[in-house]
């Protein structure tokens, strides 16, 4: 009876027919001595036929039927085509050896061949794995690891979830190139207006900023055509009549020199990069804007999305942002000056990259580090939620936003602030009621959004007051708890992962307990 | 919070960038990358608790007796192995660079033994860690990818690590890692079920597993029968109280060493590991090793 063996790999399914039977027998141990040599082994067994995969998506497809114990059609297709026919009533005379018996149960239920997964085949299936790459001759030496790294990397993404917007390199190149590009803008402005100021020396005063002055030496060309038919273009493009007419009287007395007609359209083709530089520069800021808002919608809401984008740059990643204390975030960006004050035992600096926000500018002289504190608090829980939670809303950074302007007015007034229970609860609350209740109209998705904000931070705060009690890992507790309080949010969505987060609670008893009080006030 | 390698300057009270009081930092400490520009800048932690040795200070970098790992000699020894991916650090440890003659710098990277239970191992004086360039390994319970990473050092880019880890959190690290490291491969999956992931790996010379479960030798033994070539060698590490809190150590660890003594996993050693960690031993051996002088089945 003729026994063949399926064997898959990263690269394609093999088939495999085994010879010797007889000889062999099913004895394990006398498989095993002839699975080591491959001379003997290829005596044994030997290729009937090999499928490779069409393309990376068609081997993920594969890999992930075969770790289900699913027959996919182009296995099925494959072990039809290439094993003997089965035919109706009869006994087929082969029979097709398997690594997972669960697989095995499904051909045999489609396609009537008959499925064996016993130890002697699992001896057949470890001497094919060892000598694979000698069999198919197709494949180089290294080809059969590429296509393993390649499939294993696809597969474990798919196991995370990994999501392709979500990722934060973009944001720290975006930002990058940003400031590259102001410095290079800034540089070929400067060589515009001194290469022009050779033609026309006055209009470097009257116009100062580097765009426009770029556009108007384009508009202008040579100024000794400058007339006054000139003046409603230099206004719209200066914004300001008289200065367009202080251009044109400029341009009559000038002393500058002429310039041939070759050399202007050099100056004119050099200010149009110019100015297309500086339309890139807006487009890629706009860019980042969106970027922010996908990856890290509340710390954008809080800070602002250009100083929310250095701070994950600075810190490397959005991750190391979140997993670093609120005091190094405050100062990121002021290392010098800090461990200049820590050697010298002087004054640590109060702020770093967080002093651009407008709340430190807001904030008078003395609550200036006061105010850096509790941003930089409100700033490190913002990132964490980006960080670990599944959704992308902003509506605990915009409840985030609202406490620190709370704060800066209690500074200004004494107008005591909302305590931080209430806030968050206020936004998980709402964050729930808006699962529940689905899409709402308008206004009263507004109102609902704000409660709910206020909700979910409040148990943010509450989240975090906990961890700082207990001294379990802060990070990872924050991840679990985050889950919990987004997955109660989704309640509707996410059913199995309810059951989870239930579980999640019982494990902590102190927690468990406030939010299932919690729970029952949001209930009344 | 140490010196990172960044240095943006900024004024004492007057935090941010552009206010250059007192001049502008161009600090040339050699390992800067342009002071923050351009990507693949590294952001490293200067000194490890325990490793005594800081930066710039004259180390002497020697091979170790096992082939592919290193010790770097100077106030206090480290244990080091050298960085497959220079440039890149994957949990803020530190990093020796040493001159060659020919003016190229070579990179190491610490191996902390208080972190990784092979560089205990090491430490400790294991015989053979069956470990060296060009080997592939299997390691089940790859958690962030700490010892996958000096293990994917050590390998080199002949051999690969298949790293197999169940926990998504940690996959996420590990597949960050895996993917400036081309010889690791990352597999997110129980390692409970070869079965599962058998499509993407290929036969290993050595298994390596660290997954403090109680049935860790099943684990062990089903991947072996799997993916572990006949002569090839294991390394498993045992926490007795994730096995059986109640019982006394040494008898966890010959209740495990039984275990895998059925499944033709022969241990050559037993290793305590006691300077960094508590009741965990460590059991080396040899997978369907040939027996000497039996008649039938020499090989």
């Not at chain 2, 690791?184 to 599962?196: G, L, N, Q, S």
């Given at each position: 009876m003729a026994m063949y063996v399926l064997y898959e790999s990263s690269s394609g399914y093999g088939l495999f027919e085994v010879h010797g039977l007889d000889e062999i027998g099913q004895n394990t141990e006398a498989v095993r001595t002839s699975v080591s040599d491959l001379s003997r082994f290829g005596r044994v067994v030997q290729l009937t036929a090999f499928h490779p995969f069409e393309s990376a998506l068609d081997a993920l497809n594969q890999v992930n039927a075969v770790s289900e114990g699913v027959m996919t059609d182009e296995l099925r297709s494959f072990l039809e085509l290439n094993l003997p026919k089965v035919k109706e009533g009869k006994k087929p005379k082969f029979s097709l050896g398997l690594a997972e018996p669960k697989l095995g149960s499904h051909i045999f239920e489609a396609t009537k061949i008959p499925c064996q997964s016993n130890e002697f085949v699992l001896e057949l299936l470890r001497g094919v794995r060892q000598h694979f790459d000698r069999f198919i001759k197709d494949l180089k030496p290294g080809d059969l690891e590429k296509s393993q790294l390649g499939l294993a990397h696809s597969y474990s993404r798919a196991k995370v979830k990994f999501n392709v917007n979500r990722v934060d390199n973009m944001v720290i190149q975006a930002i990058f190139l940003l400031d590259t590009l102001d410095k290079d803008i800034n540089s070929f402005a400067m060589r515009v207006r001194e290469w022009y100021s050779w033609h026309f020396p006055e209009l470097v005063k009257i116009v100062n900023d580097n765009y426009l002055y770029a556009r108007v030496s384009k508009m202008i060309d040579?100024?000794?055509?400058?007339?006054?038919?000139h003046i409603p273009m230099l206004t719209e493009v200066l914004g300001d009549e008289d200065k367009a007419k202080e251009v044109i009287e400029a341009g009559k007395a000038s002393m500058g020199q002429d310039l041939s007609p070759l050399d202007l359209i050099n100056v004119q083709t050099f200010a149009q990069r110019v100015m297309d530089l500086a339309d890139y520069r807006k487009k890629l800021y706009d860019y980042l804007v969106t970027k922010m808002s996908d990856i890290a919608p509340n710390l954008a809401a809080l800070i602002g999305e250009m100083v929310g984008a250095r701070l994950i740059s600075h810190a490397g990643s959005l991750t190391n942002l979140a997993k670093c204390p609120s005091s190094t975030l405050q100062i990121l960006g002021a290392e010098k000056a800090l461990f200049r004050a820590l050697k010298t035992r002087g004054n640590t600096p109060k702020?770093?990259?967080?002093?651009?926000?407008?709340f430190i500018g807001r904030a008078s002289a003395k609550n200036k580090g006061r105010i850096a504190r509790y941003l930089a608090n409100k700033c490190s829980i913002a990132s964490r939620i980006d960080c670990f939670a599944d959704g992308a809303t902003t509506a605990f950074g915009e409840k985030l936003r609202e406490q620190v302007e709370e704060r800066l007015e209690f500074y200004d007034k004494g107008v005591a602030p909302r305590k931080n229970v209430d806030v968050m609860k206020e936004v998980i609350e709402n964050l729930q009621k808006q699962d529940e209740e689905g899409k709402e109209p308008v206004d009263a998705s507004v109102k609902k959004s704000k409660k709910k904000k206020a909700k979910g931070e409040e148990e943010e705060e509450e989240v975090v007051a906990m961890e700082e009690d207990k001294s379990e890992k802060k990070k990872k507790k924050e991840k679990r708890k985050m889950e919990t309080a987004e997955e109660n949010e989704k309640s509707e969505k996410k059913k199995t992962k309810k059951s989870k987060a239930g579980g999640e609670e019982e494990t902590d008893d102190g927690h468990s307990t406030k939010k299932k009080k919690k729970k029952s006030k949001s209930s009344e | 919070m140490r010196p990172p390698k960044t240095g943006r300057g900024g004024g004492g009270s007057g935090g941010g960038r552009g206010l250059a009081r007192g001049g502008v930092v161009s600090s040339t400490r050699g390992r800067e990358s342009g002071r923050g520009r351009g990507p693949g800048r590294v952001k490293g932690r200067e000194s490890e608790p325990g490793s005594g040795i800081k930066g710039g200070s004259k180390v002497l970098v020697t091979p170790h007796r096992h082939a592919g790992v290193f010790v770097a000699k100077s106030k206090a020894d480290a244990l080091v192995t050298k960085n497959l991916v220079p440039g890149e650090i994957i949990y803020n440890e530190k990093r020796i660079f040493v001159q060659n003659e020919d003016r190229s710098t070579v990179e190491y990277r610490v191996w902390n033994p208080h972190r990784s239970k092979l560089a205990d191992a090491i430490t400790t004086g294991v015989?053979?860690?069956?470990?060296?360039?060009?080997v592939k390994v299997l390691y089940l319970?790859?958690?962030?990818?700490y010892t996958v990473s000096h293990i994917s050092d050590i390998v080199g880019p002949e051999g690969c690590v298949y790293a197999v880890e169940h926990s998504h959190i940690c996959g996420k690290v590990l597949m960050n890692m895996a993917e400036k490291r081309t010889n690791v491969i990352p597999i997110i999956e129980d390692a409970r079920d070869p079965a599962k992931y058998r499509m993407l790996v290929g036969m290993v010379d050595v298994i390596f597993s660290d997954v403090a479960q109680p049935d860790q030798a099943k684990i062990l033994s089903l991947n072996a029968s799997y993916f572990l070539k006949s002569g090839g060698h294991f390394m498993i590490s045992i926490k007795a109280n994730s096995i059986d809190s109640t019982i006394a150590a040494e008898t966890v660890y010959q209740m495990e060493v039984e275990k895998l003594q059925m499944e033709e996993l022969r241990p050559t050693e037993i290793l305590h590991l006691d300077s960094c960690e508590e009741k965990h031993a460590c059991v080396f051996g040899g997978y369907r090793l040939p027996r000497k002088q039996k008649a039938d089945s020499a090989v």
């Amino acid at each position: 009876m003729a026994m063949y063996v399926l064997y898959e790999s990263s690269s394609g399914y093999g088939l495999f027919e085994v010879h010797g039977l007889d000889e062999i027998g099913q004895n394990t141990e006398a498989v095993r001595t002839s699975v080591s040599d491959l001379s003997r082994f290829g005596r044994v067994v030997q290729l009937t036929a090999f499928h490779p995969f069409e393309s990376a998506l068609d081997a993920l497809n594969q890999v992930n039927a075969v770790s289900e114990g699913v027959m996919t059609d182009e296995l099925r297709s494959f072990l039809e085509l290439n094993l003997p026919k089965v035919k109706e009533g009869k006994k087929p005379k082969f029979s097709l050896g398997l690594a997972e018996p669960k697989l095995g149960s499904h051909i045999f239920e489609a396609t009537k061949i008959p499925c064996q997964s016993n130890e002697f085949v699992l001896e057949l299936l470890r001497g094919v794995r060892q000598h694979f790459d000698r069999f198919i001759k197709d494949l180089k030496p290294g080809d059969l690891e590429k296509s393993q790294l390649g499939l294993a990397h696809s597969y474990s993404r798919a196991k995370v979830k990994f999501n392709v917007n979500r990722v934060d390199n973009m944001v720290i190149q975006a930002i990058f190139l940003l400031d590259t590009l102001d410095k290079d803008i800034n540089s070929f402005a400067m060589r515009v207006r001194e290469w022009y100021s050779w033609h026309f020396p006055e209009l470097v005063k009257i116009v100062n900023d580097n765009y426009l002055y770029a556009r108007v030496s384009k508009m202008i060309d040579d100024k000794s055509k400058l007339t006054e038919d000139h003046i409603p273009m230099l206004t719209e493009v200066l914004g300001d009549e008289d200065k367009a007419k202080e251009v044109i009287e400029a341009g009559k007395a000038s002393m500058g020199q002429d310039l041939s007609p070759l050399d202007l359209i050099n100056v004119q083709t050099f200010a149009q990069r110019v100015m297309d530089l500086a339309d890139y520069r807006k487009k890629l800021y706009d860019y980042l804007v969106t970027k922010m808002s996908d990856i890290a919608p509340n710390l954008a809401a809080l800070i602002g999305e250009m100083v929310g984008a250095r701070l994950i740059s600075h810190a490397g990643s959005l991750t190391n942002l979140a997993k670093c204390p609120s005091s190094t975030l405050q100062i990121l960006g002021a290392e010098k000056a800090l461990f200049r004050a820590l050697k010298t035992r002087g004054n640590t600096p109060k702020y770093g990259l967080i002093f651009h926000s407008s709340f430190i500018g807001r904030a008078s002289a003395k609550n200036k580090g006061r105010i850096a504190r509790y941003l930089a608090n409100k700033c490190s829980i913002a990132s964490r939620i980006d960080c670990f939670a599944d959704g992308a809303t902003t509506a605990f950074g915009e409840k985030l936003r609202e406490q620190v302007e709370e704060r800066l007015e209690f500074y200004d007034k004494g107008v005591a602030p909302r305590k931080n229970v209430d806030v968050m609860k206020e936004v998980i609350e709402n964050l729930q009621k808006q699962d529940e209740e689905g899409k709402e109209p308008v206004d009263a998705s507004v109102k609902k959004s704000k409660k709910k904000k206020a909700k979910g931070e409040e148990e943010e705060e509450e989240v975090v007051a906990m961890e700082e009690d207990k001294s379990e890992k802060k990070k990872k507790k924050e991840k679990r708890k985050m889950e919990t309080a987004e997955e109660n949010e989704k309640s509707e969505k996410k059913k199995t992962k309810k059951s989870k987060a239930g579980g999640e609670e019982e494990t902590d008893d102190g927690h468990s307990t406030k939010k299932k009080k919690k729970k029952s006030k949001s209930s009344e | 919070m140490r010196p990172p390698k960044t240095g943006r300057g900024g004024g004492g009270s007057g935090g941010g960038r552009g206010l250059a009081r007192g001049g502008v930092v161009s600090s040339t400490r050699g390992r800067e990358s342009g002071r923050g520009r351009g990507p693949g800048r590294v952001k490293g932690r200067e000194s490890e608790p325990g490793s005594g040795i800081k930066g710039g200070s004259k180390v002497l970098v020697t091979p170790h007796r096992h082939a592919g790992v290193f010790v770097a000699k100077s106030k206090a020894d480290a244990l080091v192995t050298k960085n497959l991916v220079p440039g890149e650090i994957i949990y803020n440890e530190k990093r020796i660079f040493v001159q060659n003659e020919d003016r190229s710098t070579v990179e190491y990277r610490v191996w902390n033994p208080h972190r990784s239970k092979l560089a205990d191992a090491i430490t400790t004086g294991v015989d053979n860690i069956w470990i060296k360039p060009g080997v592939k390994v299997l390691y089940l319970g790859a958690s962030s990818g700490y010892t996958v990473s000096h293990i994917s050092d050590i390998v080199g880019p002949e051999g690969c690590v298949y790293a197999v880890e169940h926990s998504h959190i940690c996959g996420k690290v590990l597949m960050n890692m895996a993917e400036k490291r081309t010889n690791v491969i990352p597999i997110i999956e129980d390692a409970r079920d070869p079965a599962k992931y058998r499509m993407l790996v290929g036969m290993v010379d050595v298994i390596f597993s660290d997954v403090a479960q109680p049935d860790q030798a099943k684990i062990l033994s089903l991947n072996a029968s799997y993916f572990l070539k006949s002569g090839g060698h294991f390394m498993i590490s045992i926490k007795a109280n994730s096995i059986d809190s109640t019982i006394a150590a040494e008898t966890v660890y010959q209740m495990e060493v039984e275990k895998l003594q059925m499944e033709e996993l022969r241990p050559t050693e037993i290793l305590h590991l006691d300077s960094c960690e508590e009741k965990h031993a460590c059991v080396f051996g040899g997978y369907r090793l040939p027996r000497k002088q039996k008649a039938d089945s020499a090989v």
